[in-house]
């Protein structure tokens, strides 16, 4: 029964203090480690231009014609949409409240499915 009591303490008051999470933190650490990807892919397309002699300024606009303007447009994508995931704000929710959660997961994985893009459209640069 000594043991008992303690562990009922901690179930009672344990989630409401420890589990509390601060969604934002979460979010700008994830953008951090998307931003280094989007960083290594732009300066493996810059090293691709620079090796072919392309010297034109990226593409900010869809419909390219070519693996290393699609690539291009493509990081450049996924550079704006972390921008944008960044200036997000989620409300600092506890665990048990998921709506906050959900909602931050969904952003985050719809922002990796454009940096997999992006990854993808640059392995095709590659191998031009």
């Known amino acids: 029964m000594r043991f008992f009591l303690p562990v009922v303490f901690l179930l009672i ?73 960044r200036v997000q704000s989620f409300d600092s929710l506890r665990l048990e409240k998921s709506t906050g959660l959900f909602s931050l997961r969904t952003s985050l994985e719809t922002l990796k499915g454009k940096i997999v893009n992006a990854k993808n459209a640059v392995g095709k640069a590659l191998n031009e």
């Open 13 to 85: 008051f344990l989630p409401n203090t420890v589990l509390a999470v601060d969604l934002n933190q979460i979010n700008q650490k994830n953008c951090d480690r998307f931003e280094e990807n989007v960083l290594r892919m732009a300066a493996i397309m810059e090293e691709v231009r620079s090796r072919k002699g392309i010297t034109e300024t990226r593409v900010a606009f869809g419909g390219s014609d070519t693996p290393i303007k699609s690539a291009d447009y493509y990081v450049n994508f996924a550079a704006e949409a972390i921008a944008f995931q």
